[in-house]
């Protein structure tokens, strides 16, 4: 069985500040990891993915997430946020265990930026 | 390049009557995957369609069913509605060849009366 854990529900940064959004994995298996973003009223964006080549993953918008196979963990980061990030954002964890690749998400980060 | 399409952007039902949406994968998409997103749930995988055939389903009941058509798009059939179903409905593709990336739809919002 396969699990993600997002820390905070809700994160606040100034604007121009770090973002950084927490995700933690279970996987018996070499999981595909991924970061979906979804604005207000809209279906789910994806902003990067790992799928077993380089650990540190760059995304659209300038984010970027880096693979920690002893951490269990796969952690979003951009360096300065601006208002436009505002969004809610999903950690999603899949592999090809059994031929199926659905995807098992967290339960999401609310991220508000502050003028 | 389009990306996936859903239909109807929103739709209102009442509680026992039956309910259809519609997912058109982006072209070259063979994978359909269906998912409910609702309010205190999160996103619950509902069902995967691969060429034609139901794949792989998720913890729902006999009522949620659906088809994929020969031109690989998808329609989801939720029978006898509860109020507990109202929720955003997202349809997303991927390739044949690399199934584990998932490109989404805009959703449906059910709302069951």
């Known amino acids: 069985a396969q699990s993600v854990t997002q820390l905070g529900s809700h994160v606040s940064v100034s604007e121009g500040a770090l973002v950084l959004l927490r995700c933690n994995y279970s996987?018996?298996?070499?999981?595909?990891l991924f970061w979906y973003v979804q604005y207000p009223n809209q279906g789910l964006q994806l902003l990067l993915k790992y799928t077993s080549a380089a650990t540190l993953v760059k995304g659209i918008n300038g984010f970027e997430a880096e693979f920690k196979k002893s951490e269990t963990s796969f952690h979003l980061t951009k360096p300065s946020a601006h208002m436009s990030d505002a969004a809610e954002y999903f950690c999603?964890?899949?592999?090809?265990?059994?031929?199926?690749?659905?995807?098992?998400f967290g339960k999401g980060t609310k991220l508000s930026v502050i003028p | 390049e389009a990306g996936v399409t859903q239909s109807p952007t929103h739709l209102i039902k009442t509680r026992g009557q039956q309910a259809t949406l519609r997912c058109s994968p982006i072209s070259g998409h063979t994978s359909v995957y269906w998912y409910q997103q609702a309010l205190g749930l999160g996103l619950q995988f509902l069902l995967w369609y691969d060429e034609g055939e139901e794949r792989n389903r998720g913890n729902f009941p006999p009522r949620f069913s659906g088809r994929q058509f020969p031109n690989y798009s998808s329609e989801l059939n939720v029978n006898a509605l509860e109020l507990e179903d109202s929720a955003l409905y997202l349809c997303?593709?991927?390739?044949?060849?690399?199934?584990?990336?998932?490109?989404f739809g805009p959703g449906t919002r059910l709302l069951v009366l």
């Open positions: 997303a593709s991927s390739f044949s060849v690399r199934k584990e990336t998932q490109y």
């Open positions: 996987s018996s298996v070499p999981p595909y």
């Open positions: 999603a964890v899949s592999h090809s265990g059994a031929g199926s690749y659905q995807l098992t």
